[in-house]
């Protein structure tokens, strides 16, 4: 049985957000000044209409002044002077419980060892010491961006991720079922199976399938021609209708249509999805890619659930470049 509250859903009131700034030049590139153009429009609007305290962490001292300089005189927003490899707070960072008394922090390995950057693995520590929230440290490999929670101990996640022997060798559905039971409070694991195309993390659920109400989940479809993710979203679909949470409630499925193709340099598909939304306490912040038609959509399907928040769709193709989202830089920490 689980040894702890589920973590709240995502809707459920914070006390604060925190979001990572593009800090290292030698990592963006040509993308960083994009970046940072786009995560200050992220962190306008959440300490506007999404009614958020941002704790906004900075990754190195050379980006720090700058930082200062752009959101000194903005009111709710804490600049942190910290370190991390990069700015993907989400699965460096805890997983904070109910009222953030306490947080989870997992060990954290570069997504199966693919991008190890100096810094990562103290992100947690970091955190939770500027919280002042004390950590409950598990030993075993997990980042907050394959899990999504509907606040009464259900949670998705996909196998891909989860049971990727990169992570935690050797791992059965049952072992990280009991893990998930005993860190964070799950009473019911719903099993996905592959995330989006090319996704470095090994099929991240919140680029996938999120949950937008008790036992409601929201998830793609296909969206004009040579969509890459077409068979994943559809195998998503049928996995969740053949679901039920935690209560025993079957699951009632929201489809949004997916940014269709995005491609990189060189016309490889990228993980462009609007499921990295992120909801805040007075809005849903909606990644977009370019796509119009199927942004605006993606708006009006999640209006639909969140009659009380102001939807605001937010560009966010340059920080894609690096390979996440508004979700994935974000991290709340629950009242």
């Known amino acids: 049985m689980p040894s702890h509250r589920p973590i709240p859903a995502e809707w459920s ?6 979001v990572g700034w593009p800090s290292h030049a030698d990592l963006w590139e040509d993308n960083l000044a994009p970046a940072q153009a786009e995560v200050e429009a992220l962190v306008r609007a959440l300490v506007g209409p999404g009614r958020e305290q941002v704790k ?30 990069d700015i993907w707070l989400r699965d460096t960072g805890p997983i904070f419980g109910a009222g953030s008394t306490r947080a989870a ?23 939770g010491a500027a919280s002042g929230v004390p950590l409950d440290r598990h030993d075993f490999v997990l980042e907050g961006g394959a899990l999504d929670h509907d606040g009464a101990g259900t949670i998705l996640t996909t196998r891909q991720c989860l049971l990727n022997p990169n992570r935690n060798p050797g791992w059965t559905g049952a072992a990280a079922e009991a893990a998930l039971a005993e860190a ?16 470095h993390t090994d099929g991240h659920v919140d680029n996938l399938a999120r949950f937008v109400a008790p036992g409601v989940v929201a998830l793609p479809m296909a969206f004009g021609r040579n969509d890459p993710n077409d068979d994943v979203f559809d195998a998503a679909a049928a996995a969740l209708s053949a679901a039920t949470d935690a209560e025993g409630r079957p699951l009632t499925l929201l489809r949004l249509p997916s940014p269709g193709f995005v491609g990189d340099e ?8 609007h499921m990295n939304f992120l909801i805040a306490n007075g809005a849903v912040i909606v990644p977009t ?28 193709t ?14 709340q920490e629950p009242e």
Not at 267 to 273: D, I, L
Not at 318 to 331: E, K, P, V, Y
Request: glycine share 14%.
């Open 318 to 331: 340059a920080i894609l470049s690096g390979g996440g989202s508004f979700h994935c830089i974000t991290q």
């Open 266 to 273: 060189d016309e490889r598909p990228v993980p462009a999805s």
């Open 13 to 18: 009131p914070h006390r604060a957000m925190w």
């Open 105 to 127: 922090a997992f060990r954290f390995n570069g997504w199966g060892g693919k991008y190890d950057l100096p810094h990562d693995d103290t992100v947690a520590g970091q955190i």
């Open 56 to 85: 906004l962490m900075i990754g190195n001292d050379e980006a720090l002044a700058d930082a200062q300089a752009r959101f000194g005189g903005v009111a709710n927003v804490e600049v942190v002077a910290g370190r991390f490899g």
């Open 184 to 199: 964070l409070g799950a009473r019911k694991v719903v099993w996905l199976g592959d995330g989006l195309l090319n996704d």
């Open 289 to 316: 890619y370019g796509n119009a038609t199927a942004a605006r959509l993606a708006c009006e399907g999640l209006a639909t659930v969140f009659p009380d928040r102001e939807i605001i769709p937010l560009p966010s």
